[in-house]
Every structure is written in C-alpha cells, then in structure tokens.
C-alpha cells in the first residue's frame, strides 16, 4: 500500500468520527464574547464544523496539503472558516475564545 492511499484512508476513517466531545466541554467554557477559534492541526475539520455549528468563526490550520484541500472542499461555501497551510510556530494566532489541538502536538518536531 502506498503512503498516498494509506494517508487517504487515514483521512476517509477520521472524517467518519466527528467532533471529539472533550471540545463540547472546552467550547461551554469560553466565558468572553470572543467567537473567534482557532483549530490547530485541523485534519479533516471535525472539531471545525462543530465550533461553526455553535456560532464561532473558526482559523483552522494544519501543515498538512491534503488536510487543507478536504477542509477546503468540506467548507468552501463558508464565510465563517479560515484555512491556512502552515505549522504551529508560522500561524498568526489572533484573539479567541476556544483554541483546540486534538490530536497535532504529537506531529511536532521535538527540539530538546
């Protein structure tokens, strides 16, 4: 199997999933007026559309081509969603009420 079709399955298996429901906890959480979000490392923007379902504006980032063309597809009608093709340390962070990172700190490189 090649490392193309087995990222593909990946991606097929993990969109299937939805949002993890740690996030609904998270999101109930953000007491400020602030519904902006941002989703780090979104994959294939599960936590993305549930943060939209709930009213927030959502920066969603992932260094990942094929992460950003599925959110792209899955979200292109949407005014709501920002995507971006960068890693943690070249994303401009802005102002949010909810910042997730499910699953993404384990792909950073680990400087000691």
Request: glycine share 6%; proline share 4%.
């Amino acid at each position: 199997m090649s490392e193309t079709l087995a990222l593909r399955q990946y991606y097929d298996r993990a969109q299937q999933q939805g949002h993890r429901p740690l996030l609904e906890w998270a999101a109930s959480l953000n007491q400020s007026e602030c519904l902006t979000a941002v989703d780090c490392g979104c994959g294939t923007g599960n936590d993305t559309a549930f943060l939209v379902s709930k009213g927030y504006r959502v920066q969603a980032f992932d260094i990942s081509a094929e992460s950003i063309n599925r959110c792209r597809d899955r979200f292109e009608p949407l005014s709501d969603v920002e995507l971006h093709q960068c890693g943690f340390e070249d994303f401009s962070y802005p102002r949010s009420g909810v910042l997730v990172a499910h699953s993404s700190l384990f792909f950073c490189p680990c400087k000691i």
